[in-house]
């Protein structure tokens, strides 16, 4: 495990030694394993081992990955499925995968290994197959895929492209809050993957959705986000409904994409948490220390399970 960091080392053998089934956060582009810290919390309370891998080169610290932004470019998603596999099968049990944003298209990729108990992917980003580009997702990313040195570079948020494309269902003072604890560069390689993943029969943003080893899937999508909105993440669960496992999703109203790290995480992480115990044991019986989200079909007045035009929670089976 030459690749794999000493924290990580740690967290895999914590989880090793714990016995109870692991949980695999998966970051995505602009964002730290730190930004998961709350909800490795939340799972491990619930009895589950959280482990929150880097991608290779992560820096420990945000002042550090702002210092030298130039560390974190060029890290392809294929680099980074990789590596998380890696700290994957060191562990004595299959795990939960939970990834955000391009985290969530990677949790989907490594789940169509077979490498996943079950997976939640919260807003992800687009691979093969997935066709919508609505408007919303252009003007976030357009700007950095026309330009062809993007694939080299480390990209930056400015904080107005920040309150656009993550913090738009948030007032200005939270947005700028998320902005300075949270935010670094991300790899322009893995956003170029993304983008042109219909154009590039080779592209590294595949995922296989008919292996009948991925285990059930949920994906979860806040209602107005504009880096992934409902077109993508639908058009992504109308491509994995076709696994013979378990695949549902779920739309959270008024939520952008910062839902995992604003003042409403606790509600997704939730709703994460619920997806998982229906399918992967936890060391405790319950978990009443954390108010049970509602079903996103609550609103619809439908029995659960019913899909809706705006909001829905279905499954493959």
Request: no cysteine; glycine share 8%.
């Amino acid at each position: 495990m030459a690749t794999t960091s000493k924290r990580e080392i740690r967290e895999i053998e914590a989880a090793n030694a714990s016995g109870d089934t692991p949980v695999v956060f998966i970051h995505g582009l602009w964002l730290l394993p730190s930004s998961w810290a709350n909800w490795a919390d939340l799972f491990r309370q619930a009895g589950y081992a959280p482990l929150t891998p880097d991608w290779p080169d992560d820096p420990d610290t945000i002042e550090a990955a702002r210092a030298e932004p130039e560390i974190l470019a060029g890290k392809s998603l294929r680099q980074i499925a990789d590596h998380t596999t890696e700290v994957i099968k060191a562990l004595d049990k299959k795990p939960a995968l939970i990834g955000h944003s391009t985290g969530g298209l990677l949790a989907q990729m490594l789940a169509g290994r077979g490498l996943s108990a079950a997976t939640v992917a919260i807003d992800p980003g687009i691979f093969r197959g997935v066709l919508p580009l609505p408007a919303a997702t252009l003007r976030s990313a357009g700007p950095f895929l026309i330009n062809p040195r993007t694939r080299g570079r480390a990209l930056t948020l400015t904080f107005d492209q920040f309150r656009y494309s993550w913090a738009n269902a948030l007032d200005e003072k939270e947005a700028r809050e998320l902005y300075d604890r949270y935010h670094v560069a991300g790899s322009g390689l893995s956003l170029v993957q993304m983008g042109n993943a219909n154009l590039n029969p080779r592209t590294e943003a595949q995922v296989d959705t008919k292996n009948p080893d991925r285990g059930p899937l949920l994906i979860i999508e806040g209602e107005k986000d504009h880096t992934v909105p409902w077109a993508i993440a639908n058009a992504s669960y109308k491509r994995q409904r076709r696994n013979p496992a378990v695949t549902e999703i779920v739309r959270m109203p008024n939520r952008g994409h910062a839902l995992t790290i604003d003042h409403g995480w606790r509600e997704v992480a939730q709703t994460a948490l619920d997806f998982v115990t229906r399918f992967t044991p936890s060391g405790r019986a319950t978990t009443t220390s954390v108010p049970r989200a509602r079903d996103a079909s609550a609103d619809s007045g439908l029995p659960s399970g019913a899909p809706t035009e705006e909001t829905g929670r279905t499954s493959g089976q």
